[in-house]
């Protein structure tokens, strides 16, 4: 829900771009704790614990949000969001992994399919309730009574695991055993570069989305935060292909076609003022974004098939790190060139993606 709420949070405490971008920062840095502190919470609190606790964490931090006046207040909100929403994800990732065994690749795409859905709904909630007068809060409030009921009455048998957690996460954080980063082949680190370009590429689209619908295409707050739900349904949509196109080709060649069919959005996106081609745009480069990574971090791990642990952690890093770095750059630019210059970027970032994945087959034949 806060990237459609940000524009709304925006005018109300009067917020630049680039202060705008650091609630991102501050969101990223939360997850980014998550992952590094997990391993000791769930081997002191366990597994039931953890979800629960990290579900009524995620809906303080909806409060916070949505009652902070400054800032640093709403800045502290993100922070608390990020961190127990990560606690959520590595539970529920553990826990689908647990039950299903050998079918958890199939449970945990379709949990990814499931969150893609309820991403759709978040910005018509916020732009349609807001639209009705309600306010753009009042969708953090359907929000935290979900999380608030599910954490109360979710079971803890259902919480449970075969696995000791702790074992399990510090083994996929670090590696299992000492390794050091040059073990990793020049591909994989390729790979990785792609990794924080897409990330940078589609989190740039998600938190500044609708601020662009509004200032450069002239849509109103409650429109444009409705209309990125759009963007959502093409990601689900693009989803459920990619993954029956995996049956047939490589990831690599879903990724690069990813990656044509954003270069064609973007352009397109950037300099259209009509509001018809923008919204078209918008559906194109959510049909083109949503498999970039999927499809990337696949590319990475069969780089490095044999360290599959420590090529997984890596992985996590780039993608924090180009979530904590991303949308607050290209808030920066928006405020010194206005927002759609800034968004000429983009495109920019694209051709180095494809660039990078024309020199992986020259590196791989190597």
Avoid at 43 to 53: A, I, N, Q, V
Avoid at 181 to 201: D, E, G, K, Q, R
Avoid at 235 to 255: E, F, P
Wanted: with cysteine.
């Amino acid at each position: 829900m806060f990237g459609p709420a940000l524009p709304f949070l925006r005018e109300e405490l009067n917020l630049s771009y680039t202060l705008g971008g650091l609630h991102t920062t501050s969101l990223a840095m939360g997850m980014i704790s998550a992952s590094i502190v997990t391993p000791h919470l769930a081997s002191r609190f366990g597994r039931p614990t953890l979800l629960k606790g990290g579900g009524i964490g995620q809906a303080l931090g909806a409060v916070l949000l949505i009652t902070g006046r400054s800032p640093v207040h709403t800045m502290l909100a993100t922070l608390v969001s990020g961190f127990c929403g990560g606690l959520v994800v590595m539970m529920v990732q553990a826990v689908l992994s647990d039950s299903h065994g050998e079918q958890r690749a199939t449970a945990l795409s379709e949990a990814n399919i499931g969150a893609a859905i309820a991403s759709t709904l978040a910005p018509l909630f916020v732009g349609g309730l807001h639209g009705l007068n309600f306010g753009w809060r009042s969708a953090y409030l359907v929000g935290i009574a979900c999380l608030v009921s599910l954490s109360i009455y979710f079971p803890n048998q259902a919480a449970g695991g075969q696995q000791n957690l702790s074992q399990e996460l510090t083994e996929n954080l670090t590696g299992g055993k000492p390794h050091h980063a040059s073990t990793l082949p020049a591909l994989f680190w390729l790979y990785w570069i792609v990794i924080f370009l897409v990330i940078a590429i589609e989190w740039s689209l998600l938190i500044w989305g609708a601020d662009y619908l509004g200032q450069a295409v002239g849509m109103s707050k409650s429109t444009a935060a409705m209309i990125i739900s759009l963007f959502y349904l093409a990601t689900v949509v693009a989803r459920i292909i990619g993954s029956r196109l995996t049956l047939r080709t490589t990831s690599k060649t879903i990724l690069m076609a990813s990656l044509i069919l954003s270069l064609a959005a973007f352009p397109l996106l950037w300099i259209s003022e009509s509001k018809g081609l923008s919204i078209f745009a918008l559906i194109l480069g959510g049909l083109g974004v949503s498999n970039l990574y999927p499809m990337t971090m696949a590319a990475a791990l069969g780089a490095a098939p044999q360290l599959a642990d420590l090529a997984s952690a890596r992985i996590y890093l780039g993608l924090g790190t180009s979530v904590l770095v991303s949308p607050l750059l290209l808030g920066y630019l928006a405020d010194y060139m206005g927002i759609q210059n800034a968004y000429g970027f983009i495109p920019g970032l694209i051709v180095v993606a494809l660039g990078l994945l024309l020199a992986s087959t020259k590196v791989r034949t190597r």
